[in-house]
Nanobody, 127 residues
Framework: QVQLVESGGGLVQAGGSLRLSCAAS????????MGWFRQAPGKEREFVAR????????DYSDSVKGRFTISRDNAKNTVYLQMNSLQLEDTAVYYC????????????????????WGQGTQVTVSS
């Protein structure tokens, strides 16, 4: 198992930027593909971005493509989500996640509650 702790959320005006961090501990971080998800009030959790073990491949949901960037620093056991041009509809609790099958990059958008999740960090975008 891997333990995940998100940080960096907060209140930001529309058009602003935030960078979220997710620190991992437990099993070797470098074996894990990683993802970011979010859940807005009254909505289901949705996939935001994913990154493979080396950081050479990334993928984004259409709603954030061109505005958000996922990256990782394997020396620091941390994955990041840089969020630019934030919009009101980006308001949500953001979660980082890792699959039960650690290297499974393709499974990231379909992760379940039984996979590895952090506790979440709140991002609120105001007008």
């Amino acid at each position: 198992q891997v333990q995940l702790v998100e940080s960096g959320g907060g209140l930001v005006q529309a058009g602003g930027s935030l960078r979220l961090s997710c620190a991992a501990s437990g099993r070797t971080f470098t074996i894990y593909a990683m993802g970011w998800f979010r859940q807005a009030p009254g909505k289901e959790r949705e996939f935001v971005a994913r990154i493979n073990r080396s950081g050479s491949s990334t993928d984004y949901s259409d709603s954030v493509k061109g505005r958000f960037t996922i990256s990782r620093d394997n020396a620091k056991n941390t994955v990041y989500l840089q969020m630019n041009s934030l919009q009101l509809e980006d308001t949500a609790v953001y979660y980082c996640a890792a699959p039960q099958v650690p290297w499974s990059y393709t499974s990231i958008p379909y992760l379940k509650n039984t996979d590895n999740w952090g506790q979440g960090t709140q991002v609120t975008v105001s007008s």
